[in-house]
């Protein structure tokens, strides 16, 4: 993107622990100044701004500015609201505001000034490891990931989050901000045919519930950071617990580790099963969780593979393929 790019998108921070009713309203209060808002819960939200400026007759900063107003005096809310040419430009400022609200502008041709002295952490999108992986080779600044060529960075960082972490460095950042209000949560569902004790046979239900549940959100583009388990028994009792994950995520095998925890936390004996329900919770926008670097080439190879699997799906339906323990509960509802 050209750093002559003019500064349309914003984006907002409400305040941490925001009760889920004033986040719907401050949702409402975006979408006033304009149609295309998409929601990153629990808290923030993106807003382009393209298609208003000239509905409103003001530039992208003053709408920022006014939104505050009505926020703090209609909510009694106040917000932190970053403005710049990209998504990444836009809430690198937000979280650059200092104290709990303000409106921080960068313009498209003030982008590689702005973010060049920032500390590399402070690059949205880069994780802790990531940031830390950069440091130990004298990366401490964006100017300077900036300035590194692409092809060193994806050495250090991976190909994928290095050409990216290059990419933002210099203000590129094509994605679009896309209309979404994304659900508080996503949920699958198992019934058995028939009561059941085989702790075998739960278990594999509970694998395919996970493999659907990992595709759901994967497809959503969200990411859980909580998983609910149900357990219905016969004569109509249920059993529910909720753990959250370590960090955010979508993939398989970390929902797959939680889901397990959470049925031996059950300690079922002996007890009649009529069905089970997956809930995963807490969900957020997977573009916001950060990558961490890790050197366990078999969780990248399963990753890698979990990809080559959504292909599949994608192509052939979502029962083409699977773990085999799952085969006699596809399609299940």
């Known amino acids: 993107m050209s750093n002559k790019a003019e500064a349309t998108v914003m984006h907002v921070r409400c305040p941490d622990r925001l009760p889920e009713e004033t986040y719907r309203r401050v949702l409402e209060m975006l979408a006033e100044l304009s149609p295309v808002v998409q929601a990153?819960?629990?808290?923030?939200?993106?807003?382009?701004?393209?298609?208003?400026?000239?509905?409103?007759?003001?530039?992208?900063?003053?709408?920022?500015?006014?939104?505050?107003?009505?926020?703090?005096?209609?909510?009694g809310v106040d917000l932190r609201?970053?403005?710049?040419?990209?998504?990444?430009?836009?809430?690198?400022?937000?979280?650059?505001?200092?104290?709990?609200?303000?409106?921080?502008?960068?313009?498209?041709?003030?982008?590689?000034?702005?973010?060049?002295?920032?500390?590399?952490?402070?690059?949205?999108?880069?994780?802790?490891?990531?940031?830390?992986?950069?440091?130990?080779?004298?990366?401490?600044?964006?100017?300077?990931?900036?300035?590194?060529?692409?092809?060193?960075?994806?050495?250090?960082?991976?190909?994928?989050?290095?050409?990216?972490a290059a990419?933002?460095?210099?203000?590129?950042?094509?994605?679009?901000?896309?209309?979404?209000t994304l659900p508080a949560s996503a949920s699958v569902r198992h019934t058995f045919e028939r009561h059941t004790l085989d702790g075998a046979s739960v278990r594999s239900a509970l694998l395919d519930l996970v493999v659907r549940l990992g595709l759901l959100l994967r497809h959503r583009g969200q990411a859980a950071r909580a998983l609910s388990l149900t357990l219905r028994f016969a004569g109509g009792t249920t059993w529910e617990?909720?753990?959250?994950?370590?960090?955010?995520?979508?993939?398989?095998?970390?929902?797959?580790?939680?889901?397990y925890q959470l049925m031996d936390a059950a300690g079922l004996q002996r007890a009649r099963l009529t069905g089970l329900t997956l809930r995963a919770e807490d969900l957020i926008d997977a573009d916001r969780v950060a990558r961490q670097i890790t050197?366990?080439?078999?969780?990248?190879?399963?990753?890698?593979?979990?990809?080559?699997?959504?292909?599949?799906?994608?192509?052939?339906?979502?029962?083409?393929?699977?773990p085999a323990a799952t085969v006699p509960y596809r399609r299940a509802s």
């Open 40 to 75: 990153l819960p629990p808290t923030c939200a993106l807003v382009e701004l393209k298609g208003a400026l000239r509905y409103h007759g003001t530039d992208a900063g003053h709408l920022g500015e006014i939104l505050r107003v009505r926020a703090i005096s209609r909510l």
């Open 81 to 164: 609201i970053g403005v710049g040419p990209t998504i990444t430009v836009a809430a690198t400022a937000s979280a650059q505001v200092t104290g709990p609200g303000g409106v921080l502008t960068v313009a498209g041709r003030q982008t590689a000034e702005w973010l060049g002295p920032l500390p590399v952490e402070a690059l949205h999108g880069i994780g802790p490891r990531q940031a830390a992986a950069l440091r130990d080779y004298g990366i401490h600044s964006v100017g300077l990931l900036a300035a590194v060529s692409p092809g060193t960075v994806q050495r250090l960082l991976g190909r994928t989050d290095g050409r990216l």
């Open 167 to 180: 990419d933002r460095a210099r203000g590129i950042d094509p994605r679009p901000v896309v209309p979404r």
């Open 241 to 259: 617990r909720t753990r959250r994950l370590p960090e955010p995520s979508h993939h398989d095998e970390d929902l797959r580790t939680l889901a």
């Open 295 to 322: 050197l366990d080439e078999t969780r990248e190879s399963r990753l890698a593979a979990e990809l080559v699997l959504d292909r599949i799906r994608d192509k052939f339906g979502p029962d083409a393929v699977g």
